[in-house]
């Protein structure tokens, strides 16, 4: 790998971690269409730019985050889930990673993410949320309990916490808000253990330390810009168009991956 190789991958991560389209599914396939094998350095590098974008929602929301305990204690009853299930199931979690799984996974929560969007026109709610305070416990534990789909990869994280929101009665705007703050315990977390268990394989890659780091740089500033469009995006439209999105990159999968 090399630093093009870095940028490149770097913006992918930086574009797609908080979009509901699978930062997963884009990261295999953007490597395959480089070149680049499935490697223990691609995989320790992953592991560094995903925590530039995590660095990325800290730096969008701390002011909030450093005065509001409540929406903490909300993040923590939201994490529980996630941690719980994923420290159980870690070895098993990881061996879901293979082309079909995403492929499928891509299709299915696409036509998930339109059907949803179709009920909540046939059927519109009033008095939707709009604010962080008005989200029960009971809401974030739901929010949260879906974060568990998203083990599965080519699910997407923010896909399931955003159509969880949906269908808890948060708008569009704070669905996506939420999702982003939950992926802060979510991500480090996962992050961090992932560097824990792979100490080793980062100690071999010592001499990739600039190239691992330039990565997570530009990872950094793309998901700064995007968490900024797709909030006003979704403020205006709803997500039919990357449900769509979805079912097409399912199909590319398909295509050049297998």
């Given at each position: ?62 002011k909030r985050l450093l005065v509001d305990f409540k929406l903490w204690c909300k993040l923590v009853v939201g994490f529980i889930p996630t941690a719980a299930i994923g420290f159980l ?52 534990f739901i929010i949260g309990l879906s974060q568990c789909f998203a083990m599965v990869p080519g699910t997407s994280r923010s896909g399931a916490t955003i159509i969880a929101g949906l ?92």
């Amino acid at each position: 790998m090399n630093i093009f190789d870095a940028v490149i991958l770097g913006i992918v991560e930086g574009l797609t971690e908080f979009l509901p389209v699978s930062s997963t599914g884009h990261m295999i396939l953007a490597a395959k269409l480089m070149g680049l094998q499935q490697t223990d350095t691609l995989k320790c590098f992953e592991v560094v730019i995903q925590l530039g974008s995590i660095l990325a929602v800290v730096a969008m929301f701390y002011k909030r985050l450093l005065v509001d305990f409540k929406l903490w204690c909300k993040l923590v009853v939201g994490f529980i889930p996630t941690a719980a299930i994923g420290f159980l199931l870690y070895k098993s979690i990881k061996s879901l990673f293979a082309p079909q799984t995403v492929a499928y996974a891509l299709i299915g929560w696409g036509i998930i993410f339109i059907a949803v969007e179709l009920f909540r026109k046939a059927r519109p709610r009033e008095n939707e949320l709009e604010h962080l305070d008005q989200i029960s416990y009971v809401q974030a534990f739901i929010i949260g309990l879906s974060q568990c789909f998203a083990m599965v990869p080519g699910t997407s994280r923010s896909g399931a916490t955003i159509i969880a929101g949906l269908l808890c009665g948060l708008s569009r705007n704070l669905a996506a808000r939420f999702s982003f703050l939950l992926a802060i315990p979510t991500m480090f977390a996962a992050t961090f253990y992932d560097t824990y268990k792979n100490l080793d394989t980062f100690a071999q890659n010592s001499d990739n330390i600039t190239t691992f780091l330039i990565g997570g740089a530009v990872a950094f500033v793309v998901a700064l810009a995007a968490i900024k469009l797709f909030l006003s995006f979704v403020s205006k439209f709803d997500f039919i168009p990357f449900g769509i999105y979805r079912i097409l990159i399912g199909v590319v999968f398909f295509i050049f991956v297998f």
